[in-house]
């Protein structure tokens, strides 16, 4: 079973809670910045800042809420590669832009806005914290010409497990994204699946994710997972994940289905596509085909086909591509 962006759904499914996200800030901010915070005024932003080809790898979560009795923002990045990400300063600053253009929109000034990075990769986080790092200078006095800010990083991998702390929730979370590029994960499996019960209450929200990330981004079997969570959760828990796995399997099964019927059928177009091609223009005309070739869009495959019957030229027909 494979999800697309588990370690996205697994973050967002936790912080976007507010109850949650109260919880982190609580616990994990520097306690001088804590201070100056309304952690009862925080709202959940919809807004992300994540560029498409990027979500693979990133995911964004933005928090309005006070900051010395003004409002300002907390940016949330989380990066799930394995690896650090040498230019994150610059994908930061790229954010922190499009958030501050955004709300000029809104109003005539500039927020305050704290960015956080969390990371989980197994290597440590070897590149420094603020922007000017990235950049190698030799004469200080050049600093000057150079924008600057810092975020705050959390590296899971530098925590021990009694520094993770918060509501059953967030430990839950945090636990496995630090555990899950590890050998260790199947060892502290058992005592992080304990974490579903609170006063011997099984959270089924946090179980269905929890059931979902596993077996998507582990080679942990269906069975022997079920059996794990039977252990150490309770016995419902158990036929809960196992009845989560095989709805989601026949629901993959169903999509494949249906996409494979949509592939066949934009092939089938584009076939249609080169034969008439082939007819009206000939040699010239099938150049045409590895452009025609790489549209995913079943609409506009629809267009070239039917454009076919009325254009009288190769230009008229590349405009239309």
Known sequence: MKIL?????????TLSKKENAKDFIKNYLPKDILAMLNIESIEIEKDSYITEELKEYFT????????NKEEGYIYFLF???????????????EYLLQCWKSKLKQKEYLPIILPIVIYHGKPSWNIGLKFSDIFSVKDKKLLKYLPEFEYILYDLSKYEDEEIIGRENLKLTMQLLKYIYTDE???K???????????????ISALKTVTIYLLSTTEIELEEFVKLVEENVSKEGGEFAMTTAKRLELKGIEKGRKEGIKEGIKEGIKEGIEIALDIKFGKI???????????????????????????NSIDELEKII
């Not at 990066?79 to 600053?93: A, D, T, V």
């Open 60 to 67: 964004d979560l933005l928090y309005k809420i006070e900051i």
């Open 285 to 311: 005309g099938l150049k045409l085909m590895d452009k025609i070739k790489k549209i995913a869009n079943l609409e506009k495959l629809e267009e070239i086909k039917e454009s076919l019957r009325r254009v």
């Open 189 to 203: 499996l058992p005592e992080i699946l304990k974490l579903l019960l609170k006063d011997k209450k099984l959270n």
């Open 185 to 187: 994960l199947m060892l």
């Open 79 to 93: 990066e799930h590669k394995s690896y650090p990400e040498k230019l994150i300063g610059i994908q930061l600053l």
């Open 5 to 13: 962006n588990p370690h996205d759904k697994l973050l967002k499914e």
